[in-house]
């Protein structure tokens, strides 16, 4: 019984123990298979990663590249960069030049050693000047100034300066024209000549406060045609002459006065006489110092203190006669171009068209001397020239008193048409007056002037002409002492050389001159420069008595021991 049981059992255990087998086997293999997975999968992240990371690589390579050929530059900008560095190394070069030269642009002023102006018994000279305004010698278109004028006051002069008369020789050159020797006690010595004019522009007395030929004073100031021009100067030698006198002085070298009676209308018969004597008498002079420029306040821009410019150069004078013909007739039937219409054609180009603008040797060496005295700006730009010319050249000729130192200027100031304001003028004039500079001549300023009108039914005249006077010396032992003397008067005051826009006597001494200087001692502000010609001519009496000082120094130091 125990036998038959047993065998059922091992076989149902057989049974069992085989199906556990299989499903063991069967989880093994599904773990492997698993396994096998998960080995295939971190296989397959692995290998993902791999082409990520070769991707990222590649992506690298691929940037660097890009960055390799941006960086690569091409040989336009190459240049450009070359050419921008060279702009900008010049640029500091020529900074640092003109810093360097404006380090070494000083002034030129002299020391001054200051001596007070004391003038003895003022108010008669002040007297003696009003009354030498008070005569009439008017030059004008007509002619001469009136004998009876002139003769009156040559004898006001005789008796207002006894010791002038006593000691020096008085001679009446052209009738009219005085011409006054102090001898020196050297005669080898080249002289000095001290010029002025005894004429004067005419006056309309219904424009002025006061009557222009009265001499009225008032408390600063002594009006009247002549207390700028020129009879200031005329009046304030003498009286210097007088005091020098007074006191015991003798001169070493010769002195001339020369006081022409007709500058206004050329100097012709008056001052080129008076300097034709002294040429056949041998005459020779260091200098010769006429009426010109002056001690400008407040006229210059960019410096408070006085200014006195001496003119060592002059401009020429040029009248031209423009004329223009058409056909006359009655004036309700005018052809299109008309006489007029065709002369203010020609006007309105010469206008339009102004001669070419340069800095003269003169202007050059205003420049050179007022330059130091300006602010740095100003200063950097007038000690370099050579950079800002044509800047400085801008400025001026924004006004007409610096922009008549660059060129030679042309300003229309007489016109005639016809005779009745129906009629249509079968001729039309116009007198153009030119003022030309230093280095321009009839030749260049005509050409000018043709290649402007461009109008061949405009005919050009020359009527007159004086050529420009070329520069003397700054560096003189005369213009020296012109400075020490201004400054030894007021130390504040420049001086600087200058050119004479206008024209004076002065020019015809230039044969028997070594040096001629263009200068009196006359202070003018902005307010004064009209009057000069003009309305209100007048001298304040502190100045009058600055400039008999100045004249009386003057020939002390020029003619002295």
């Known amino acids: 019984m125990n036998s038959e049981d047993d065998t059922p059992v091992s076989e149902g255990n057989a049974k069992k123990s085989t199906e556990s087998s299989i499903e063991e086997s069967s989880t093994e293999e599904s773990s492997i298979e698993e396994s096998s997975t998960e080995k295939g999968s ?46 900008l190394t010049l640029i500091f070069v020529v900074g640092c030049i003109a810093v360097w030269r404006t380090s ?62 006593e000691h020096l020789v008085r001679e009446n050159i052209a009738e009219y024209s005085l011409l006054y020797t102090w001898k020196g006690s050297d005669p080898s010595l080249p002289a000095l000549i001290l010029a002025g004019h005894l004429d004067v522009v005419p006056a309309d007395p219904k424009r002025w406060s006061h009557d222009p030929f009265a ?75 006429d009426e010109g420029m002056v001690i400008t306040e407040g006229i210059m821009d960019g410096i408070s203190d006085p200014v006195a410019l001496v003119g060592i150069a002059e401009k020429g004078f040029m009248n ?15 052809p299109r171009k008309t006489a007029v219409g065709l002369l203010s054609q020609a006007i309105v180009r010469l206008q339009d068209k102004p001669m070419p603008g340069s800095f003269t040797d003169s202007v050059q060496q205003m420049l050179a001397y007022v330059g130091p005295e300006f602010g740095y700006k100003r200063r950097l730009v007038m000690a370099n020239l050579w950079l800002f010319g044509g ?55 005509l050409k000018h002037i043709r290649k402007a009108i461009n109008d061949e039914r405009v005919s050009i005249r020359v009527m007159e002409m004086v050529e420009p006077q070329g520069s003397s010396n700054s560096e003189s032992r005369v213009f020296h002492i012109m400075a020490d003397t201004l400054r030894s008067m007021d130390p504040t005051i420049i001086v600087s050389p200058g050119l004479m826009l206008a024209l004076t006597d002065s020019r ?17 502000g ?23 000082a100045f004249n009386q120094r003057l020939i002390r130091a020029v003619a002295g021991n």
Do not use: C
């Not at 030698?237 to 500058?263: C, N, Q, T």
């Not at 015809?508 to 003018?524: C, E, G, P, V, W």
């Not at 000069?532 to 100045?543: K, M, T, Y």
């Open 508 to 524: 015809h001494y230039a044969k028997i001159s070594n040096d001629i200087y263009r200068f009196t001692a006359m202070r003018l």
């Open 320 to 334: 031209l006669e423009l004329t223009a013909r058409g056909t006359g007739g009655h004036s309700s039937m005018p």
């Open 42 to 87: 971190r296989k397959k992240s692995s290998t993902e990663k791999g082409t990520t990371k070769k991707a990222s690589t590649e992506k690298g390579t691929t940037k660097k590249a890009s960055t390799k050929k941006k960086r690569r530059v091409s040989p336009a900008r190459r240049i450009l960069r070359w050419v921008l560095l060279a702009w």
């Open 391 to 445: 800047l400085v050249k801008g400025s001026f000729s924004e006004k007409h008193a610096t922009d008549a130192l660059l060129r030679t200027t042309m300003a229309p100031t007489m016109l005639e048409g016809s005779s009745k304001a129906n009629v249509l003028a079968q001729e039309a004039k116009a007198i153009i007056n030119l003022r030309i500079k230093p280095g321009d001549t009839e030749e260049s300023v």
């Open 215 to 289: 001499g009225h004073i008032d408390r600063t100031h002594i009006y009247g045609r002549g207390a700028m021009d020129d009879k200031v100067t005329v009046m304030a030698v003498l009286e210097a002459v007088e005091l020098l006198l007074e006191e015991g002085f003798a001169p070493k070298r010769s002195i001339y006065l020369a006081f022409g009676h007709d500058e206004e209308v050329g100097g012709y018969e008056g001052a080129k006489v008076i300097a034709d004597i002294l040429q056949a008498r041998g005459v020779v002079a260091e200098a010769t110092i």
């Open 104 to 165: 070494g642009f000083s002034s030129k002023q002299r020391p001054a050693n200051v001596v007070k102006v004391e003038i003895p018994d003022l108010g008669s000279r002040v007297k003696r000047l009003s009354r030498a305004i008070r005569f009439p010698t008017v030059s004008d278109g007509n002619g001469n100034p009136p004998a009876s004028a002139l003769f009156a006051l040559h004898e006001h002069l005789r008796v207002s300066f006894p010791k002038v008369h």
């Open 526 to 548: 902005p307010e004064d420069l009209a009057r000069l010609h003009g309305v209100d001519e007048r001298i304040a009496v502190n100045n009058y008595a600055e400039i008999i």
